[in-house]
């Protein structure tokens, strides 16, 4: 298989000019950890749901940090490549590429990416309008595209306003991730009742992962904020506060292998491309720890019947 995200395209595995759903991430705020989402998320389905051309473009151009986590140096193409040169294509790079940039001891990365430069005063001259460009070039030879954004503003003139919509309104989904804050509830609440009751978006594009979900709420209290944002969007679940999730994505790994993450991840996949590569991990939400094991190929929590888990490792926190 070639590495280039534009080369021949093998007829049997993808339909001539059939565009790949995109897959949107934007938090209820900052500092929610909505970038590392969409990252597992190109990992995700790019190993487990083995999707070839899986893109992650990075669009948060008020924060960006895709570049930081993935050990991404500063000398690699980014989207200014394309505001200097014109060539699209050029800001996309290969799994190949990323992977020759990163330290020896991390795990290869296996989607392709557009980066954003890390110099804000660079970054500041990055459009809205070139973001859709290289997102509507994706769609022409990617499987999956995977849209990192910033916090939800459903403002006039906001990256809701310029990025979001068009793009929603093209067919693509959207995740917003939110924590069991009152604030941060609000202001997701606020996002999605703009998005379906102004913009019209229905609520089967639009869908919500609660994160930082610590001991400290109670399951009525979590059960309480899954029941109000099912009112505006399809709730995929919660995912715990765990330190190790922080310490492997700091570290330049992919934190896919625990119960925290993945089954949440894969639960929006199946949703978005209906691949039932993500079934098992999906269904890690709901089974009972004893039918929890892991794939080894994968790496990733499986929830399998008893005449499978003999061929899989017993699952460990």
């Known amino acids: 298989m070639s590495d280039d995200l534009f080369a021949d395209h093998d007829p049997r595995r993808r339909v001539a000019g059939r565009l790949a759903p995109v897959l949107l991430f934007a938090g209820g705020a900052g500092g929610l950890g909505n970038t590392s989402l969409a990252i597992c998320t190109a990992q995700l389905a790019a190993t487990l749901g083995k999707m070839d051309r899986v893109v992650l473009i990075d669009a948060d151009l008020t924060r960006s940090d895709v570049a930081t986590i993935l050990r991404a140096p500063a000398s690699l193409p980014t989207t200014a490549t394309v505001a200097i040169t014109g060539a699209i294509d050029r800001a996309f790079l290969a799994p190949g590429t990323l992977n020759a940039h990163r330290p020896a001891h991390v795990p290869d990365v296996s989607f392709h990416a557009v980066l954003l430069p890390s110099d804000p005063s660079i970054r500041s001259d990055i459009t809205p309008h070139q973001i859709t460009q290289i997102v509507e070039a994706a ?19 906001s990256l809701v306003n310029q990025i979001v919509l068009p793009l929603l309104r093209q067919g693509a989904w959207l995740s917003l991730t939110t924590e069991p804050s009152p604030t941060s509830l609000a202001n997701t609440e606020q996002s999605l009742q703009f998005l379906t009751d102004a913009a019209g978006i229905t609520r089967d594009r639009l869908s919500v992962v609660v994160s930082r979900l610590s001991d ?10 899954t029941k109000r944002l099912s009112k505006v969007a399809h709730p995929m679940g919660s995912i715990e506060e765990n330190t190790k999730v922080g310490a492997d994505l700091r570290s330049g790994s992919f934190p896919l292998r625990g119960r925290y993450v993945s089954p949440v991840l894969a639960g929006l996949l199946l949703r978005v491309t209906g691949r039932p ?14 039918e929890v ?25």
Do not use: C, H, Y
């Open 216 to 225: 400290a709420v109670k399951p009525d209290q979590a059960a309480a904020f």
């Open 139 to 157: 769609q022409k030879a990617a499987d999956l595209v995977v849209v990192n954004l910033g916090p939800a503003d459903p403002r006039p003139g």
């Open 293 to 317: 094991v892991i794939d080894e190929e994968n790496d990733v929590p499986v929830a399998v019947t008893r005449a499978t888990k003999s061929r899989r490792m017993p699952w460990k926190k």
């Open 277 to 290: 590569e993500f079934e098992e991990t999906a269904a890690v939400k709901d089974a009972p720890r004893s």
